[in-house]
T-cell receptor, first 114, second 111 residues
Framework: AQSVTQPDIHITVSEGASLELRCNYS??????LFWYVQSPGQGLQLLLK??????LVQGIKGFEAEFKRSQSSFNLRKPSVHWSDAAEYFC????????????FGTGTRLQVTL | EPEVTQTPSHQVTQMGQEVILRCVPI?????FYWYRQILGQKVEFLVS????????KSEIFDDQFSVERPDGSNFTLKIRSTKLEDSAMYFC?????????FGQGTRLTVV
């Protein structure tokens, strides 16, 4: 069975500082990996996705993520955080090659201090 | 930019009542999903729908739940007899392939 672990429930960073949100997955085959962001009271917005190829993927809002197969990780990064990035971030895994269900992690809540 | 729209944004219902949550997926998408998020918990898969039939469902999606695509544009989730534990945010999503686009959600409160 597929699963996703986001070890950090809550992270606080200063505006302008760099950010890394951790995600580890468990999946028996090649996974498709995703990061979503949820602002308070809002739906889930797709930030970026990894299917294959270059292990460093670029997304919207200046975010990037790196797939490391050896570590079963797909960590999300941003070089300089803005106050508007405060939100909940979810990592998700799906089966490769299909439009299958996504399995989500428990999320990391990001707080940005000014 | 095309988006998934859900109505209503909020619904309060009495325990035991039937509710229908409505979604309009992105028009050229082929796969449709319902997920739910109980307050403070992670997003959970309920059901996926493709080619006018359920392609996968979770253990949560029991006989109390049903989905329908009645007219080629809407995608609905029906809960036949709501229970207190059905209170959650319900998200509709659609896709053409891997990765899905989510709607804003319907917050369902069962009292």
């Amino acid at each position: 069975a597929q699963s996703v672990t986001q070890p950090d429930i809550h992270i606080t960073v200063s505006e302008g500082a760099s950010l890394e949100l951790r995600c580890n997955y468990s999946y028996g085959a090649t996974p498709y990996l995703f990061w979503y962001v949820q602002s308070p009271g809002q739906g889930l917005q797709l930030l970026l996705k990894y299917f294959s190829g270059d292990t460093l993927v670029q997304g919207i809002k200046g975010f990037e993520a790196e797939f490391k197969r050896s570590q079963s990780s797909f960590n999300l990064r941003k070089p300089s955080v803005h106050w508007s990035d405060a939100a909940e971030y979810f990592c998700a895994v799906g089966a490769a090659g299909t439009a299958s269900k996504l399995t989500f992690g428990t999320g990391t809540r990001l707080q940005v201090t000014l | 930019e095309p988006e998934v729209t859900q109505t209503p944004s909020h619904q309060v219902t009495q325990m035991g009542q039937e509710v229908i949550l409505r979604c309009v997926p992105i028009s050229n998408h082929l796969y449709f999903y319902w997920y739910r998020q109980i307050l403070g918990q992670k997003v959970e898969f309920l059901v996926s729908f493709y080619n006018n039939e359920i392609s996968e469902k979770s253990e949560i999606f029991d006989d109390q739940f049903s989905v329908e695509r009645p007219d080629g544009s809407n995608f609905t989730l029906k809960i036949r007899s709501t229970k207190l534990e059905d209170s959650a945010m319900y998200f509709c999503a659609s896709s053409r392939g891997p990765g899905a686009f989510f709607g804003q959600g319907t917050r369902l409160t069962v009292v």
